[in-house]
Nanobody, 117 residues
Framework: QVQLVQSGGGLVQAGGSLRLSCAASGSIFSISSMGWFRQAPGKQREFVAAITRGGSTNYADSVKGRFTVSRDNAKTTVYLQMNSLKPEDTAVYYC???????????WGEGTLVTVSS
């Protein structure tokens, strides 16, 4: 089992920045990758960014060059630095931890990011 606790988020004007954090606990040794998804009102949850155990990163085209995913040295906390925010980035952001060997995904509780125009 993996537990994820998110922090950060809130209200920001367009062009501003926010940082999200996600702390993992439990069976962290088996986590293959950690990342972020988001769900805007009336839309499906979509991939935003992820970082693998080896440190490789991947981003959705819509956030490339604006968002950066990173983690701490202990590999227990993942961050999402969001710059140049746009109103269309408004969504509930969910932290994700994937255990590829077990075929499991774990989710944080979600945090609302609102970008005003």
């Amino acid at each position: 089992q993996v537990q994820l606790v998110q922090s950060g988020g809130g209200l920001v004007q367009a062009g501003g920045s926010l940082r999200l954090s996600c702390a993992a606990s439990g069976s962290i040794f088996s986590i293959s990758s950690m990342g972020w998804f988001r769900q805007a009102p009336g839309k499906q949850r979509e991939f935003v960014a992820a970082i693998t155990r080896g440190g490789s990163t991947n981003y959705a085209d819509s956030v490339k060059g604006r968002f950066t995913v990173s983690r701490d040295n202990a590999k227990t906390t993942v961050y999402l630095q969001m710059n140049s925010l746009k109103p269309e980035d408004t969504a509930v952001y969910y932290c994700n931890a994937n255990q590829e060997m077990y075929g499991k995904d774990y989710w944080g509780e979600g945090t609302l990011v609102t970008v005003s125009s």
